[in-house]
Structure formats: structure tokens, C-alpha cells
């Protein structure tokens, strides 16, 4: 094309005719451009990796290492499905918008009855610590001297941040306590950065109640943790390397704080059950070993018998 443009030129200097050489130089400069902008919009269409609205025109190499377009109707097929992807990327955004919204509407909704059960739940004793202990991921993390602190737990609340998807706050209230000052412990989640991270209240403890640094023994048959790693809840608490994924915080808000009566009321009914089973299981045992014992006394005891009649016949006839 620019030995085209430049042909053009000396073509038009040659014939000595302004207008001629304005047409030449025009038409050529023309042809160029077009070649430019097709080449930019096929750019478009290749390149640009990771945009789904520019995934159009994908290029597969052969064997001699040369570029091949798809053919016609493949290209359109893809151009038709991109364009359908797109749509539908629109509507999940749209839908994620329109669902935040619920939420916060609901959240709102929820918060005076959370408050009114916040108020029946001082009236229970050691409701949350027996929450806690009851349910079946949190207790493992749980040594005696901490299940003693928690004893004096009397208020569990979370506090999501107003767009929801952005963090939300872990927030435990201790009345006065042998373990430390505090009266709220906060544990802080930000998940709307590129690195989420978490932060926890310093938590200020009397002397030589230290619990992180104090070893205790676990509670007979409970192992240390979900990773079998040596971590107890307060090392939990003041753990803030893995904001991300901290499966102990998902658990408090999105399993024991919607309903913890569900865990408070375990051991009640499982002890029942596992009682009940234990004497049926037992009993049947006792059972088959009497009838066990019983038959073969009589079969024994019936054997005695008959061989003893069987003599005595035999003696009257004999006489």
C-alpha cells in the first residue's frame, strides 16, 4: 500500500496536473486508512485476553505453523455466543444488585427480633457457652479453662457491614470475669479489598490468665481443632494471618448466630436418645443371654428327667 501511495505521487508529479494529484493521492490515502481501521478492529476481535466481549476470533495454528481463522459459521456461532454471555453476565450483575438489596432490606427486618432474643437469653444460664460447647466444630477448639472463661459470655452479636459483601464484625460481651478487663471483644473482618485481612481487640489480661500462653489439657475426647493444628479459641481470636478463609468465624455468623438454640438443646435430646439406646441395646443383651441360660438349663434339666424315668421303668420291670 505506502508503494502504492508512493507510485501515486510520482504518477501525478509527472502528468504535472494539480487535480489529478490531489484524486491519485486522495484514493490511496483512502485505501490506506481502510487497511488501518480493519486491522485495528480485527486487533480488537484477537487480541485482548481475559474480555469476554473480545473472545470473537480465535485463531488455531496447523502444522506449518501458520494462523487459520475459523471458518464463517463458526465465527458467527461465536460472535452469537459471546454476545449471549454477555447478556447474561449483565443479568447476574443485575441479579447480585437486586439480591444485596434484599438482604439489606431483611437484615433490617431481623434486627428487633434478634434484640428481643438477646434479652431472653440473659435469663438462660450459661446459654452461649453451652451453645458453643455443644456444637460440633467449635467445641474441639475448646480447652477447660477457656469453656470456664466462656461461662461468662453473655451476649454474642454480628455486625455486617451495610453492603453486606464488604466484612462484618464478631462482637462477644463478658461480664466482669477472673480472665481479663475487657468487657467486648471485637474481631473485625474487611473482605471488600484485593488482600481481605482481620483485626482483633488487644485483649487485656489479668494476671497469669493469660490463656494463649498458659497450656492446658483438652477435655477427654475432643481433639485440638478441624486441622488437628494446636489452636485453642482464643488463639483463634487474636489469629488474623488468613482473613479469607476463616472457617471459625463463618461458622459463629452464619451457623450458631442465626440459631443457637438449635446447639443449646442438643445434649438434652442426645443424651436421652443415646441413654434410651444404650438400655435397649443392653436389655437385649441381658435378654438373650437368660434365654440363652434358660434353654439350655431346661433342655438339660429335661434330659435329667427323662433319663431318670427311663431307669425307674426299667427297675419295674426288672421286678
Same mark, same amino acid.
Given at each position: ?29 483512502? &485505501? ?30 496447523? %502444522? ?11 465465527? !458467527?456461532?461465536?460472535?452469537? *455466543? %459471546? ?27 431481623? !434486627? ?45 452479636? &454480628?455486625?455486617?457491614?451495610?453492603? *453486606? ?31 481481605? &485481612? ?15 500462653? *498458659? ?26 494471618? %488468613?482473613?479469607?478463609?476463616?472457617? *471459625? ?5 452464619? %451457623? ?64
Amino acid at each position: 500500500l505506502l508503494l502504492r501511495v508512493g507510485r501515486s505521487v510520482i504518477l501525478a508529479s509527472l502528468l504535472d496536473d494539480t487535480r489529478l494529484n490531489a484524486c491519485l493521492f486522495s484514493c490511496e490515502l483512502n &485505501v490506506l486508512f481502510s487497511f488501518i481501521l480493519s486491522f485495528n478492529i480485527s486487533s480488537n476481535m484477537s487480541a485482548a485476553p481475559g474480555s469476554p466481549a473480545r473472545k470473537t476470533r480465535k485463531l488455531d495454528v496447523d %502444522d506449518d505453523g501458520d494462523d487459520v481463522n475459523y471458518p464463517n459459521i463458526t465465527q !458467527k456461532a461465536l460472535e452469537e *455466543i %459471546d454476545n449471549c454471555q454477555n447478556e447474561i453476565d449483565a443479568l447476574n450483575e443485575k441479579a447480585s444488585e437486586e439480591i444485596l438489596k434484599v438482604e439489606q432490606k431483611y437484615n433490617k427486618l431481623r !434486627k428487633p427480633h434478634f434484640e428481643r432474643r438477646d434479652e431472653l437469653i440473659k435469663k438462660v444460664p450459661h446459654f452461649w457457652v453451652s451453645a458453643f460447647v455443644n456444637h460440633p466444630q467449635i467445641a474441639p477448639i475448646l480447652d477447660e479453662d477457656e469453656e470456664e472463661c466462656l461461662h461468662h459470655l453473655t451476649k454474642l452479636e &454480628v455486625e455486617e457491614c451495610e453492603d *453486606i459483601k464488604s466484612g462484618y464484625r464478631l462482637k462477644f460481651y463478658f461480664e466482669e470475669n477472673p480472665f481479663f478487663e475487657n468487657d467486648v471483644l471485637i474481631k473485625e473482618f474487611q473482605l471488600g479489598r484485593i488482600d481481605p &485481612v482481620s483485626t482483633s481487640t488487644e485483649i487485656k489480661w489479668k494476671e497469669n490468665m493469660n490463656l494463649t500462653k *498458659i497450656a492446658h489439657p483438652m477435655q477427654k475426647g475432643k481433639k485440638r481443632s478441624l486441622d488437628n493444628e494446636p489452636r485453642t479459641f482464643f488463639g483463634w481470636f487474636l489469629d488474623n494471618a %488468613d482473613a479469607s478463609s476463616d472457617e *471459625i468465624a463463618e461458622i459463629i455468623k452464619d %451457623d450458631i448466630w442465626p440459631n443457637p438454640l438449635q446447639y443449646y438443646l442438643i445434649p438434652e435430646s442426645d443424651m436421652n436418645d443415646n441413654a434410651e439406646g444404650d438400655s435397649y441395646s443392653d436389655g437385649e443383651e441381658t435378654d438373650d443371654q437368660v434365654v440363652l441360660v434358660d434353654n439350655n438349663s431346661e433342655e438339660e434339666g429335661e434330659g435329667d428327667n427323662y433319663d431318670e424315668d427311663e431307669e425307674e421303668e426299667e427297675e419295674e420291670d426288672d421286678g
